[in-house]
C-alpha cells in the first residue's frame, strides 16, 4: 500500500481487524520511511460492476462515489456513522446481487432514495433535489407530500426511570 503522505511503496500493517458485522478488514498502517499513520479498510468484491450513465457512458462503480453522495445529503444531520456504512454497504450487496455487472445510475439511485427515505427524511429530500433535478420550488413541495403520505415509523419514548431522561428533553428557551 503506498504511503498517502510520502507516497512510499514500503508501509507496514500495524493492527488488523473486522469492522462490526464483519463485512471489512480494518488495517492500521504506518509508512517506515516519514512515520506517517493512516487506515485502509479491505472489502470483498463479489463482482466488477459497471455504471451505465444517462448519456450511456459507462464508468467502473466506485463504492467511495456513492458513500460521498450519501455523506453530502447527511451533512450536519444527526446520524451516526456506523448506519451509514450499514446503509452503503447494504446497497452495495444488493448491486452485487442482482446478477448484472452492468448498471444503470438510475437503479443506483433509486435504491439510494429509498435508503435515505427511511434514515433521514432531510437528507432524502437533499438528494432527491440533486438526483430528480429539482428546477422549482413546486419539486420540493411534491417530495415533501410524499413524505407526508408515507407511513411513519412509531416514535421511540423515553421513560422516567431512565438515567438519561432529562438529559433527553428539548431545551426551553
Not at 65 to 94: C, F, H, N, W, Y
Not at 129 to 143: G, K, W
Given at each position: 500500500?503506498r ?9 507496514q500493517?500495524?493492527d488488523s ?6 463485512a ?5 498502517r504506518v ?5 506517517g499513520?493512516?487506515t485502509?479498510?479491505e472489502r470483498?468484491?463479489l463482482?466488477?460492476l459497471s ?6 457512458r459507462?464508468?467502473p462503480?466506485d463504492?467511495?462515489?456513492l ?11 444527526p ?8 446503509m452503503?454497504?447494504?446497497i452495495v ?19 439510494v ?9 432531510v437528507?432524502?429530500?437533499r ?9 422549482e420550488a413546486?419539486?420540493?413541495?411534491e417530495v415533501l ?15 422516567p426511570?431512565?438515567?438519561?431522561f ?8
Amino acid at each position: 500500500m503506498r504511503c498517502p503522505y510520502c507516497s512510499g511503496d514500503n508501509t507496514q500493517v500495524k493492527d488488523s481487524r473486522p469492522t462490526e458485522e464483519n463485512a471489512a478488514i480494518r488495517r492500521r498502517r504506518v509508512c517506515p520511511d516519514c512515520g506517517g499513520r493512516f487506515t485502509t479498510f479491505e472489502r470483498v468484491q463479489l463482482r466488477e460492476l459497471s455504471i451505465i450513465k444517462r448519456s450511456g457512458r459507462r464508468m467502473p462503480f466506485d463504492r467511495d462515489k456513492l458513500e460521498r453522495s450519501v455523506e453530502i445529503a447527511l451533512r450536519k444531520r444527526p446520524v451516526e456513522p456506523d448506519r451509514v456504512e450499514r446503509m452503503v454497504s447494504g446497497i452495495v450487496r444488493q448491486l452485487e446481487s442482482i446478477g448484472e455487472s452492468e448498471i444503470p445510475s438510475s437503479a443506483i439511485g433509486g435504491l439510494v432514495m429509498e435508503a435515505l427515505k427511511g434514515l433521514d427524511p432531510v437528507a432524502y429530500v437533499r438528494f432527491a433535489s440533486v438526483y430528480r433535478d429539482f428546477r422549482e420550488a413546486a419539486d420540493f413541495h411534491e417530495v415533501l407530500g410524499e413524505i407526508a403520505r408515507a407511513p411513519q415509523p412509531l416514535a421511540e419514548t423515553i421513560a422516567p426511570e431512565d438515567d438519561d431522561f432529562r438529559t433527553n428533553l428539548p431545551a426551553k428557551h
